[in-house]
């Protein structure tokens, strides 16, 4: 009798330990990341302090931004085997070359996790084939505000958001590739056929509904009307 609740006991306080230990688990990876470093077939890619592209963990749950569209999904660790995914993600077309690669990367190396670790606020998601993504927490990154300078464009571009709409093309100054906005600078309403340079603030938007980026732009002065 006494040996069977002893037994009993250590069955107890293994499985209370199993539980713990997950608890724990769980809430080590919870946060926000930007991603700092992408592995994939072969190809590295660095993203530094932009903090463009972005993971969230809580609990059972990940998402993020990974360029152009967002995506969202389930994620499992702890006690049991790494398991992330399948995700799914919003389906805006990333019509220049670079975002899409870097997109496409970013959800295959996500789905095919198969271990992880995590040291000094950085994590990474890698599998046996060398594939990796390599992330680092936000409140240790990317400030929550920053100051930019954007020239755009005088044209606007077709492009496919929650519908066909005109997107704005932008750049950082000195740069030769224009990029697509899907969504406004606050306070900036642009003229048709009028070109610009202005200044604006980048914020980080806090739990930004599933189709709209981590990001949001606000209009500090027109430096420069193009026409």
């Known amino acids: 009798m006494q040996k069977n609740l002893f037994r009993s006991g250590l069955l107890v306080g293994a499985l209370a330990l199993s539980v713990m230990s997950g608890a724990q688990a769980r809430s080590m990876l919870d946060g926000d990341y ?3 470093r992408l592995v994939y077939d072969g190809s590295v890619q660095r993203f530094g302090d ?3 592209l972005t993971v969230k ?3 059972s749950h990940i998402s993020g931004f990974a360029g152009c569209n ?4 389930q994620i499992q660790y702890g006690v049991q085997p790494l398991k992330i995914g399948p995700l799914a993600s919003t389906l805006m077309a990333c019509i220049q070359n670079e975002t899409a690669t870097n997109e496409h990367a970013m959800h295959q190396v996500l789905n095919g996790a198969k271990s992880f670790s995590l040291a ?7 599998n046996d084939a060398g594939n990796l993504i390599s992330l680092v927490r ?3 990154a990317a400030p929550a505000a920053v100051e ?5 464009s005088p044209e606007r571009k077709t492009c496919s958001g929650v519908g066909k709409m005109e997107c704005l093309q932008v750049r950082e100054p000195g740069a030769a590739d224009w990029q697509l906005m899907y969504f406004g600078i606050e306070g900036f309403e ?4 009028v070109g610009y340079v202005v200044k604006v603030r980048e914020e980080r938007v806090d739990n930004p509904p599933a189709d709209a980026p981590n990001r949001k732009l606000i209009l500090i002065e027109t430096l420069e009307t193009r026409r």
């Open 57 to 59: 963990i809580d609990g």
């Open 190 to 193: 642009p003229q048709p056929g």
């Open 138 to 140: 936000a409140d240790a």
């Open 70 to 73: 967002r995506f969202m999904g």
């Open 120 to 126: 000094d606020g950085k994590l990474i998601f890698s």
């Open 34 to 36: 930007r991603v700092e």
């Open 148 to 152: 930019r300078v954007l020239e755009i």
């Open 50 to 52: 932009d903090g463009k």
